[in-house]
């Protein structure tokens, strides 16, 4: 079973994912899943679908919920070449694939705009070869199919990005991109703010390495910036985001911004060497991390407030998680 970083609807009642299911072979299925009660609904796919995701070779990427619940945005590799990935679009209301993208060298398929109306994903560009392909971000409008193209300066890769809960900008997280790179990476170089309707490309973070943290963290070799989820804050007013171990948030407007070095201490004090993967809550009560702790391949979740105050985190030599937590949406 794998979740993508917003597997939750919007209701919070139900997680859509895709299990991996051993018959005669191992067959993919795309599901829902009742949160209360445990119970699955197994969605029919298209005719053209369906064979690929029984098939040795599927690879489908984790899907994503639109803002409005009626659709689920995802990836599935070709028939002919399983390096290349086809976007797809599933209406839960029609239950049936409503867009399936030309097959394309996928990065990262970042998600819905906040009204469920663009979608934006990066790919590789051509030619396909690792001398001379660049990352694109490109950003598709649903109801017409159109797509456009995200300018960006030379050098600066797009890695991931992530839609503003409120309106049409989205953080965009910048570094070096191997060629044989995994769908969705964590760690970041710099991060930018780009506004799609007047196409503008600022630098919010640079590239740095910060010299009051941990080793772990100080790897000159390793990224800065960790981000699991989505970055904004529900209001849209600002970012949060772990600086080489340190939790920070960033007001959007005034560029303001706030580093948590009383947690760091906190944290350091109870065996871990810094925060990693923050998200914040759907209600803005509460920002969620991992405490890294060293020597271990994963560590306990921990939440605190936006004002670094009121620490919780699971047991500490029990507990395990890689990447931060996910949270379920407030209800109404």
Known sequence: ??????????????????????????????????????????????????????????????????PDGRYLLYAINTEEDQYFYQIAIYDLMLEQVVYLSSPMRLINLSGWSYDSQQIAYIRWDEPLTPAESTPLLEVMDVPSQ??????????????????????????AYIGGVDWYESLTTYGYEGIYLIDIENGSFEELKGPGIREDVHDYYSNPDASTYLVNGTPWSPDGQNIIYSDSGLLCSLVIASRQETCFSALNE????????GAGYPQWSPTGEWIGFVMKIENQHCSP????????????????????ALFGPVWSPARQ
Not at 23 to 46: C, D, F, M, P, S
Not at 146 to 171: C, D, M, N
Not at 267 to 272: M, S
Not at 306 to 313: A, H, I, K, Q, V
């Open 1 to 66: 079973m794998s979740f993508s970083e917003q597997p939750w609807s919007p209701d919070g009642r139900q997680l859509a994912a895709f299990f991996r299911i051993k018959t005669e072979t191992w067959q993919r299925h795309l599901v829902l899943i009742n949160a209360e009660t445990g119970e699955l609904k197994y969605l029919e796919n298209a005719a053209d679908i369906t064979p690929r995701l029984a098939s040795t070779n599927a690879s489908a990427s984790v899907p994503i919920w639109s």
């Open 146 to 171: 159109a797509i456009q193209q995200v300018e960006q300066s030379p050098g600066h890769y797009f890695k991931q990005v992530f839609w503003s809960p409120t309106g049409r900008q989205l953080v």
């Open 266 to 273: 906190q944290l350091i004090q109870l065996g871990a060497v």
């Open 301 to 320: 979740v921990a939440a605190v407030r936006p004002d670094g105050s009121d620490l919780r985190f699971t047991d500490l030599e029990r507990d395990c």
